[in-house]
């Protein structure tokens, strides 16, 4: 069991946009800042979302994050077939002095 | 272009020790801390190790503590990860990633898997 909570699943349909959630807690969440990674199956996984809501340079603007008190999200807008994927959220837990991730969502794109 | 090879992984059996290396490229290693990240078969991401630029500091997954070694050669632009005591529950593939200023890995290697028998 992850100590960042994310659903296992999520869905949606081309162009609609999905949101995926990460709750933690005061020593990580809330005390850090939230990263956000897109993982193929076989592939190196990527990052998507640094300190909370910044973009490293080539991720598209279609994806955004944001955070409040102990949790985050991912937002995904204009959904497309190549976002179908996993997607994990992280943190730095000052309590375990270590990062953490959360268990992961498997969007798919119905 | 950052690029990041782990070599080392394959096979070993339950107590046994492997070691990992990966080899870095396209930024200057020393300044960057450097972590290991596994992914347990049918499982997510699991962190397990990072060390700072200089070496001078190291942390640990408490599932790891006390049986895998963290370390650098900045000679050689390469991080290691001695493992020991190995067991079942060790089996993944292990990236290498290169962490960013905020201690979250920002580039990762395709990864290499390792296997536990018992």
């Known amino acids: 069991q992850s100590v960042l909570t994310q659903p296992p699943s999520a869905s949606g349909t081309p162009g609609q946009r999905v949101t995926i959630s990460c709750s933690g807690s005061?020593?990580?969440?809330?005390?850090?800042?939230v990263n956000w990674y897109q993982h193929l199956p076989g592939t190196a996984p990527k990052l998507l979302i640094y300190s909370n809501t910044q973009r490293p340079s080539g991720v598209p603007d279609r994806f955004s994050g944001s955070k409040s008190g102990t949790s985050a999200s991912l937002a995904i807008s204009g959904l497309q077939s190549e976002d179908e994927a996993d997607y994990y959220c992280a943190a730095w837990d000052g309590s375990l002095n270590g990062l953490i991730f959360g268990g992961g969502t498997k969007l798919t794109v119905l | 272009e950052v690029q990041l090879l782990e070599s080392g992984g394959g096979l070993v059996q339950r107590g046994g020790s492997l070691r990992l290396s990966c080899a870095a490229s396209?930024?200057?290693?020393?300044?960057?801390?450097m972590t290991w990240v596994r992914q347990a078969p049918g499982k997510g991401l699991e962190w397990v190790s990072m060390i700072i630029g200089s070496g001078g500091a190291t942390y640990y997954a408490h599932s790891v503590k006390g049986r895998f070694t963290i370390s650098r050669d900045n000679s050689k632009n390469t991080l290691y990860l001695q493992m020991n005591s190995l067991r079942s529950e060790d089996t993944a593939v292990y990236y290498c990633a290169k962490a960013a200023s905020g201690w979250y890995p920002d580039y990762w290697g395709q990864g290499i898997l390792v296997t536990v028998s018992s």
């Open positions: 005061n020593s990580n969440i809330g005390s850090s800042t």
């Open positions: 396209g930024f200057t290693f020393s300044s960057d801390a």
